[in-house]
């Protein structure tokens, strides 16, 4: 996912499209996630300036939600399903194995993959299920899961 | 003539393979020079057979299941156009048992039709209940739901017409519908299905809660981990918007209504209501204490309407079928139908809509046909992580609010989590506490400490560290946690632990203590 750096302008361009409503808090962090992939310490002064709440506000706001990520993540985000429909079909394993094949733990990064857990993807009737990139992947075996991240390596090359 | 095709665009379908099967169908149909038409409808909701594709022939949609873009050369060779035989041939779709035995009252379009087509929306009696509605008028319409019994599918069972008539009945100039499509339980799917396949559905039950309630904005909040989801549902609510059924004087009715869709960001107690309000206003999604009930005082202080996407999406058919119709299916006070969701170690898992009063048995072997290891049952979590696990002797227990909450459970949102005989339920215990640690909003101790302290003492128990008193203990923190939290976060924890300490005591046995 090519992304760019966070400025200024851009920042103030998606705070604009929201109207500057600090109701719209959530969904402006969503919009930079998604334009700069991380919320940084000044795009939170700059949003508690341009929306009239204290930069405490703000922090507390991104603190306190999973989505809103305080340092980049590496290229690609694979996201491993640990709640209970998942776990009754072998993703205790499944998380096992994906860190022994990307020799990672749970919430650590190399400088292609950032490895997380998620707490339901709403594919429950296909577990285990994953998320890579944000898209979910369903029926989710080891040798799957691998030929998942194989093809991250050859749509990078 | 081109032949008709469906191919799911849903998140189970897609995740399987559905949109290779869809490139891999225009291509085969280039290179044979078949004239086809490729519709991305929903999904029909048996997640088990997906990618479920079919074939328009005649006027039969003839079903070939678990299709994989490997498989469509075949098919086609096999004159799959006409319907030819093919291992993946399942036969008419209006046959397929695992549907046609449902109650389909609030999910009967799904898989039916083209989610993103207000033509087909409206060839399917779609927006015909609003406009019902604005003829009865509003209080005939709080009075039709209240009759139908219809209750809050969110979990909760809230009497959805008691809290409509307290909107109603609270004088504000500004009232909302908030609508909770913040569906975190693990095993549950079907806001998610509804909102990918029906989309205009769930839009045309908002229509009608603010109509009777007197708002003229709604707001849908979506969890983040549904992308797909949102892509589809915001383009639904576009195209209304384009067709005059959503904005001001919708249809020259001279009732004015719009949905706002705002994105959750992984906070799973941001689907308690209050949290959600909190979310929907920029805030951290800590919860509210209550009173004052949203319905007085809600989203932005304003009177508000808090139902689930099931919940309000079951209307229309309310208006257009009747109240009566609807309190027929079910027992007791659980009247209607419930869209229950097959989900982990099951075999047939998916979506079954069906009136209250099925048992447990006869959803999980009838339908779900055991569990996809093949080996023998040990628990079945009903209601998500809140949801207590249920022994394999009690499945004969019947759907219905009532009955669950006489065995210490609770039905929730309908989902239903099956686990083989291989699970370690100390362990399944011991997560319970650590996802309300995670997920705590940290308001009240009970829930931000007492989990924290529940893991430790589980941990505990688990390694023989004193035993009985730490046992004791946990029963206790149990006790604690139920009474003196302030919401379900917290006060339902214990439910999943106490049944795991009720059934399947012996997984804390010792020997299970290096088991992860």
Known sequence: MSRENYNQAGASELIRAHGNRPEMLVQILH??????????????????????????????????????????????????????????????????????????????SNDKVTLEPVYCLGNCACSPAIMVDGKTFGRVSNARFDEIVAQLDRADS | MSTRIYVPRETAAISVGADEVAIAIARCAKESGARVELVRNGSWGASWLEPLVEVVVGEQRIAYGNVTAADVPALFKAGFLDGGDHACRIGPTVEIPYLIRQDRWTFWRCGLVNPLSIDDFLAHQGFS??????????????????????????GAGFPAGIKWQTVADTASPQKYIACNADEGDSGTFSDRIMLESDPLGLVEGMLIAGFAVGA?????????????????????????????WLGDNIQGTGFNFDIEVHLGAGSYVCGEETAMLESLEGKAGVIRYKPPLPAIAGLFGKPTVVNNVVTLASVPNIINLGADRYKGYGVNRSTGTLAFQLAGNIKRGGLVEKAF?????????????????????????VGGPLGAYIPASQLDTVLDYEAFANIGAMIGHGGIVVFDDTADMAQQARFAMQFCALESCGKCTPC?????RGVEVIDRIINDENRDENYELLLELCDTMEA??????????????????????????????SRK
Not at chain 1, 63 to 71: A, E, G, K, L, Q
Not at chain 2, 146 to 152: A, N, Y
Not at chain 2, 357 to 381: F, N
Not at chain 2, 487 to 502: D, W
């Open chain 2, 129 to 154: 209940a609003i406009l019902k509605a604005i003829e009865m008028g509003p209080q005939a319409v709080i009075d039709a739901v209240k009759t139908s019994g219809l209750r809050g599918r969110g």
């Open chain 2, 448 to 452: 931000r400490i007492g989990s924290v």
């Open chain 2, 216 to 244: 003229s904005k709604g707001y849908i909040y979506l969890r983040s981990e549904y992308p797909l989801c949102h892509s589809i549902l915001t383009r639904a609510i576009t195209t209304a918007r384009e067709a005059g």
């Open chain 2, 484 to 513: 003196a939290s302030l919401c379900a976060m917290g006060g339902m924890t214990p439910y999943p632990v106490r049944s795991v300490l009720k059934y399947f005591a012996e997984d804390f046995a010792s020997a299970e203590g």
């Open chain 2, 357 to 381: 009063g099925i048992s447990l048995r006869e959803l999980i072997e009838d339908w779900g046909g055991g569990t996809a290891t093949g080996r023998p049952i040990k628990a079945v979590q």
């Open chain 1, 31 to 108: 919009a930079f996630m998604d334009r700069f992939g991380w919320i940084s310490e000044e795009a939170v002064r700059q949003l508690a300036s341009e929306l009239n709440l204290s930069r405490a506000d703000v922090h507390g706001v991104v603190s306190y939600y999973h989505d809103f990520r305080t340092s980049p993540a590496a290229r690609h985000v694979v996201k491993i399903c640990a709640a209970e429909a998942c776990q009754a079909m072998g993703s205790r394993a499944l998380i096992k194995h994906a860190e022994k094949s990307l020799r990672l733990n749970m919430h650590e």
